[in-house]
């Protein structure tokens, strides 16, 4: 009894098939590992930034890093401008320690984005309560504070737009101030990692 095998010319056209089709995944496959590596390269090369082991990345709104305990970092200045951006160091720490805080500041100036970037960032376990330190219209419904009212449970953090840089915290009040407020804040973030 013979077995039937198939006719060569027939045997020679599916492994011709099968070549083709692995050249063809291989080929497939080198173009997606050279784009995966090509974005990764770009990721680290323009929009990435290491500061204090943490590695900061660009978004759409600001530039984040998360924590060895996957607590996220998120700033909106470019921390390689920062490196060389010198403001004195204030102990944020201490926040944790008060059971009140004022969040001070003039609504007419430019100081919400700074607030908000402070407060999402430093840790407080203290209640936090908006206060203004001028009797303007836009303060009627809020306390009137200013480093005068801190004391050893209630602290002050005073936000100011102002021509002199000047970052303090004496007598239970952190005074924050300068023309550029969200870089100052930025920093502050970065000081205290």
Same mark, same amino acid.
């Given at each position: 009894?013979?077995?039937?095998?198939?006719?060569?010319?027939?045997?020679?056209?599916?492994?011709?098939? /099968?070549?083709?089709?692995?050249?063809?995944?291989?080929? #497939?496959?080198?173009?997606?590992?050279?784009?995966?590596? /090509?974005?990764?390269?770009?990721?680290?090369?323009?929009?990435?930034?290491?500061?204090?082991?943490?590695?900061?990345?660009?978004?759409?709104?600001?530039?984040?890093?998360?924590?060895?305990?996957?607590?996220?970092?998120?700033?909106?200045?470019?921390?390689?401008?920062?490196?060389?951006?010198?403001?004195?160091?204030?102990?944020?720490?201490?926040?944790?320690?008060?059971?009140?805080?004022?969040?001070?500041?003039?609504?007419?100036?430019?100081?919400?984005?700074?607030?908000?970037?402070?407060?999402?960032?430093?840790?407080?376990?203290?209640?936090?309560?908006?206060?203004?330190?001028?009797?303007?219209?836009?303060?009627?419904?809020?306390?009137?504070?200013?480093?005068?009212?801190?004391?050893?449970?209630?602290?002050?953090?005073?936000?100011?737009?102002?021509?002199?840089?000047?970052?303090?915290?004496?007598?239970?009040?952190?005074?924050?101030?300068?023309?550029?407020?969200?870089?100052?804040?930025?920093?502050? #973030?970065?000081?205290?990692?």
């Amino acid at each position: 009894m013979r077995m039937r095998t198939k006719p060569p010319k027939a045997e020679g056209k599916s492994r011709k098939k /099968l070549y083709i089709w692995i050249m063809g995944f291989m080929i #497939i496959a080198i173009m997606i590992g050279s784009a995966l590596d /090509l974005w990764k390269k770009e990721d680290t090369a323009e929009g990435a930034y290491e500061y204090k082991g943490l590695s900061f990345a660009q978004t759409d709104t600001g530039w984040m890093a998360y924590k060895a305990d996957n607590s996220q970092v998120w700033i909106m200045s470019n921390p390689a401008e920062l490196a060389n951006m010198s403001i004195p160091y204030v102990n944020t720490g201490m926040l944790k320690y008060y059971t009140k805080i004022y969040a001070t500041a003039d609504p007419t100036e430019r100081v919400r984005i700074p607030m908000s970037q402070f407060f999402r960032n430093i840790p407080v376990n203290a209640i936090v309560v908006p206060a203004c330190p001028v009797d303007i219209e836009q303060c009627k419904e809020m306390p009137l504070k200013t480093c005068e009212n801190a004391d050893k449970n209630t602290a002050v953090i005073f936000f100011k737009e102002a021509n002199e840089t000047k970052v303090s915290f004496e007598n239970d009040c952190l005074t924050i101030q300068g023309k550029e407020l969200t870089k100052i804040v930025d920093k502050i #973030i970065l000081e205290a990692l």
